[in-house]
């Protein structure tokens, strides 16, 4: 007997390989008729930069604007990527899109968010991709590591391959 997958979280980050796990995340959206809900999460600013804005944007208005700026620009970029994956596709393929209900940014802990959200929305699987290794490898791989240590949700982490930006075949 196999498990039902009827709603998939994609969570990304936006990195290279993010693309390499929507595919992964279409194919079995495909096979199972799975809906998908993407995810990006922004993650707080360091008390650091936090202190550092508020001391040179003193008005409050600017501050807002600002952080509005922020989720358009991820907003944008999200919805860019994602129309080249789908136009990648064979016209076949590309109806996944269809099965695609929700597409999310949000601010806090990416980890925390991410199963909260995975929860909210019965989620039965969340897929997840790494990243390269740079210099935010240790703390970007702790999301992941966060979220299959506390998930009760299968999850599936995509590990990142040099030719992640390859278009689907």
């Known amino acids: 007997m196999t498990p039902s997958v009827t709603h998939i979280l ?3 980050n936006l990195s290279r390989n993010s693309t390499y796990a929507l595919r992964h995340t279409a194919s079995l959206a ?3 008729g799975a809906k998908i809900h993407v995810l990006h999460v922004n993650e707080p600013v360091s008390e650091d930069a936090r202190i ?6 003193v008005n409050e208005d600017s501050r807002t604007s600002a952080t509005r700026a922020r989720h358009e620009m991820v907003r944008k970029l999200l919805a860019e990527r ?3 994956f789908w136009a990648a596709l064979e016209d076949k393929d590309r109806k996944v899109r269809d099965q695609v209900t929700s597409v999310e ?3 806090g802990y990416p980890a ?11 989620c039965d699987l969340i897929v997840m991709g790494t990243h390269d290794h740079g210099l935010s490898h240790s703390f970007l791989g702790t999301v992941a590591k966060r979220v299959l240590r506390r998930s009760d949700i299968p999850t599936l982490i ?3 391959r040099d030719d992640a930006d390859t278009p689907a075949k």
Do not use: M, N
């Open 158 to 160: 995509i590990p990142y």
């Open 52 to 57: 550092t804005f508020e001391i040179f944007v």
């Open 112 to 122: 925390e968010v991410i199963l909260r959200r995975a929860r909210e929305l019965g």
């Open 82 to 84: 994602q129309a080249r």
């Open 10 to 12: 994609f969570a990304t």
């Open 105 to 107: 940014v949000t601010d």
């Open 30 to 32: 495909q096979a199972t």
